[in-house]
């Protein structure tokens, strides 16, 4: 993934890819040919193959910008560095290099540290506890 901290924005606003060509010309008609329906369930035909296509995972992320949400997290600067530094340099690093994933998106790495967080929510409470100087045996 790129440094750019606002490379999702361009998936999301569209501005990514277009192509700026000019269009094919369309083929002359054959007088043979059958009417328009047919032209369209040929056009039909080709869009149906080409997304039928099965898309190599690694080539692309996991779920489009547009499908997320903006959430604010209230985090201590030191916590938020770290943070950024294991996402883009070791977990981003590891996904590019070692499996070969291209286009990984901070919205991507977002939403698995989040996943993750939220399957260990006991570690979340031990943290927090810890943060406030409380014995887990004090507690109860």
Not at 55 to 73: G, I, N, Q, S, Y
Not at 85 to 97: F, G, H, Q, S, W
Not at 98 to 125: C, F, M, Q, Y
């Amino acid at each position: 993934m790129s440094e750019d901290p606002f490379g999702d924005l361009d998936a999301a606003m569209g501005s990514g890819e277009t192509d700026s060509g000019p269009e094919p010309e369309p083929e002359p008609a054959d007088e043979d040919a059958g009417t328009d329906d047919a032209v369209e369930s040929d056009d039909e035909s080709a869009t149906e193959s080409a997304s039928a296509e099965p898309v190599d995972p690694r080539e692309r992320p996991a779920f489009e910008f547009d499908e997320t949400v903006h959430k604010a997290l209230y985090v201590l600067e030191a916590v938020a560095d770290e943070f950024d530094d294991i996402i883009t340099y070791d977990v981003e690093r590891e996904l590019t290099r070692d499996h070969g994933l291209k286009g990984v998106t901070k919205s991507e790495l977002h939403n698995a540290a989040l996943a993750v967080a939220t399957e260990h929510p006991e570690e979340i409470v031990e943290r927090v506890l810890e943060q406030r100087g409380v014995d887990d045996e004090d507690s109860e």
